[in-house]
């Protein structure tokens, strides 16, 4: 059974950073986009960034994190990362992390993918 983990969210001030983490297991992730995305309260989930299958060579970013976040990965933990820094409060959200069920996609596919729980991120002022 696939699991996908998200660890590293918590309360930080604007300007701070956290590292969230996503472990995978149940299969491994190689050969599959990753990615991250964001739900704040009473709005729609929305993208954050992805990462492209295997070396992760091609990475994509809203627009709103540009530049403040990283994404990579670590095949050989079968895990995602997300480095977020210069936090704003309106990064206040959930993150979930996400792996598409597909083979060897350069982008992620929210539709076709599987979903962690999710993890709280708060950004005071």
């Known amino acids: 059974q696939v699991q996908l983990v998200e660890s590293g969210g918590g309360l930080v001030q604007a300007g701070g950073s956290l590292r969230l983490s996503c472990a995978a297991s149940g299969r491994a992730f190689s050969n599959h986009a990753m990615g991250w995305f964001r739900q704040a309260p009473g709005k729609e989930r929305e993208f954050v960034a992805d990462i492209s299958w295997s070396s992760g060579v091609n990475t994509y970013y809203a627009d709103s994190v540009m530049g403040r976040f990283t994404i990579s990965r670590d095949n050989a933990r079968n895990t995602v990362y997300l480095q977020m820094n210069s936090l704003k409060p309106e990064d206040t959200a959930v993150y979930y992390c996400?792996?598409?069920?597909?083979?060897?996609?350069?982008?992620?596919?929210?539709?076709?993918?599987?979903w962690g729980q999710g993890t709280q991120v708060t950004v005071s002022t």
């Open positions: 996400a792996a598409d069920r597909r083979y060897s996609t350069s982008r992620l596919n929210a539709a076709d993918s599987y």
